[in-house]
């Protein structure tokens, strides 16, 4: 009988033993559908923020990457907000595609909006925004914006950055932003809306910086 | 003009409406950041920053008094000309700003009753037909003036004699 037990022990440890491999890459298996599943979330949402979420106030602007204004709104404001309210954690920035369709020089809004997008899914949206901006002039004129992209990035980065465009899944969070700016009566470009104490306020695109300081100075001491 | 004939009414509930539309016009703006005000107007790029700042802590106010004066109904040959003036004044700026086709480059905000309405031609329809509202008041007004004017020559005239004449002695 205790022989039996013996036996019984070495084969239940030995089964034991023979699974253990079977769960561990079981666990490995559904660690990679996590991580899969993890790196589609992020490629889901691409990141087109800037700042922290806890700021204060909250801006949206909703831009065409092709348009003139636009690019005055980001080098006039943005970029200056860059080196203090947005690092200071005053403000959170958040950007929408707003690609504005049949205007004469916009033919490669969306184009470069997928970029944009795509660059956002791999954290890289603030050197490829920067990006488009500043050779705003090259690749609206001449449509070379996997170009103009490609010079701020990695060659690994832009693989990715090429494969998530030529997947088509840029153009649903295209247009998930663009019709949230349709919704709120979003028209043209620049459209920004800051967000403070609970109230949300439409500002002009043409808008001075000293003024927007003297603005969001004022709603941070309240 | 009679008091309750026609007229009066409709000059009445004219003055009511306009000063009503100026009081809440200020109050959509003093419920707000001046500086919100600040940038609609200079967003016009038809003054210097430091004139728009300037005319957005000032106008709400001015808007606010002209209001409360057409509803009481006085002084009104003077609120209605400064409604008028003030009102030809944003309508030629609005015309001046308002391009329906833009798309690209911001449309500029309208800056009438706050921020966010954008100049379109229901915003220019509006503010035309407040404009003439405005100028029919103010010749009501005048033309009102006028004719108690020559009223009261004529009962000047109908004195009694007598007291004029003991006057001259």
């Not at chain 1, 791999?122 to 925004?129: L, P, T």
């Not at chain 2, 009066?8 to 409406?17: C, E, P, Q, S």
């Not at chain 2, 002084?75 to 209605?80: D, I, S």
């Amino acid at each position: 009988m205790r022989q039996l037990h013996k036996q019984l022990w070495i084969i239940l440890a030995l089964g034991l033993a023979a699974c253990a491999p079977l769960c561990w890459a079981a666990v490995n298996r559904q660690s990679a559908a996590h991580a899969k599943t993890a790196a589609a979330a992020e490629e889901a949402a691409p990141d087109k923020t800037l700042g922290s979420r806890n700021a204060p106030i909250v801006m949206e602007v909703f831009s065409d990457y092709s348009c003139p204004m636009c690019k005055a709104f980001y080098i006039g404001a943005i970029r200056r907000m860059m080196d203090s309210y947005i690092p200071e954690g005053k403000v959170y920035l958040i950007h929408r595609d707003f690609p504005l369709k049949g205007v004469l020089g916009h033919e490669h809004s969306r184009d470069a909006a997928r970029y944009a997008n795509a660059a956002a899914c791999i954290g890289k949206f603030r050197e490829v925004d920067a990006a488009l901006y500043s050779r705003q002039e090259v690749w609206t004129h001449d449509g070379s914006v996997d170009a103009t992209v490609a010079a701020v990035l990695s060659p690994a980065e832009m693989k990715h950055v090429r494969a998530l465009v030529a997947s088509g899944k840029m153009d649903a969070y295209i247009d998930n932003d663009s019709a949230l700016g349709s919704s709120k009566g979003v028209r043209s470009t620049p459209t920004i809306y800051v967000t403070a104490h609970g109230q949300t306020n439409s500002l002009p695109g043409n808008l001075s910086y000293s003024l927007l300081r003297r603005y969001l100075d004022e709603q941070l001491q309240n | 003009m009679k008091r309750f004939s026609p007229a009066w009414w409709l000059m009445t509930a004219g003055r009511v409406l306009l000063g009503a539309v100026f009081v809440y016009a200020a109050y959509t703006k003093l419920r707000a950041s001046y500086l919100l005000f600040a940038m609609a107007i200079d967003a016009y790029k038809l003054i210097p920053e430091w004139a728009a700042v300037a005319v957005a802590h000032v106008l709400p106010w001015l808007e606010l008094a002209l209001g409360i004066v057409l509803i009481a109904g006085i002084w009104l040959r003077f609120a209605a000309a400064s409604a008028t003036a003030l009102l030809a004044v944003f309508f030629t700026a609005m015309v001046h700003a308002y391009q329906p086709e833009l798309k690209e480059g911001t449309q500029i905000s309208c800056g009438c009753f706050g921020l966010g309405e954008p100049i379109s031609g229901r915003t220019l329809l509006r503010d035309g037909a407040l404009l003439a509202l405005s100028l029919a008041l103010t010749i009501a007004a005048f033309w009102t003036a006028r004719r108690k004017r020559p009223a009261a020559a004529a009962d000047a005239a109908s004195a009694p004699v007598g007291s004029t004449l003991a006057e001259k002695s």
